[in-house]
């Protein structure tokens, strides 16, 4: 099971945007697009991370950086 992470970019904290939580897990997530899925090269597209909200389960998307994760105390 993921372990829980609170997440910051630069000296800021991740807040859910939905429910405010600041507790998170983290997914690669492909951000595919219909020209590379028709070629069949789905596998060369872009990735983001992905910080799904450990309360409500909402995706928020990271294509930088600049994000820093810390292991949250469970």
């Given at each position: 099971?993921a372990?829980?992470?609170?997440?910051?970019?630069?000296?800021?904290?991740?807040?859910?945007?939905?429910c405010?939580?600041?507790?998170?897990?983290?997914r690669?997530?492909k951000?595919?697009?219909?020209g590379?899925e028709?070629?069949?090269?789905?596998?060369?597209?872009?990735?983001?991370?992905?910080l799904?909200?450990?309360?409500?389960?909402y995706v928020?998307l990271?294509?930088?950086?600049?994000?820093?994760l810390?292991?949250?105390?469970?």
């Amino acid at each position: 099971m993921a372990k829980p992470l609170h997440a910051q970019v630069g000296d800021r904290a991740v807040r859910c945007l939905v429910c405010g939580g600041d507790t998170f897990r983290e997914r690669e997530v492909k951000l595919n697009s219909t020209g590379m899925e028709f070629f069949d090269l789905a596998w060369a597209n872009e990735s983001a991370r992905g910080l799904i909200c450990w309360s409500c389960g909402y995706v928020h998307l990271f294509v930088n950086d600049d994000l820093k994760l810390h292991r949250a105390r469970e």
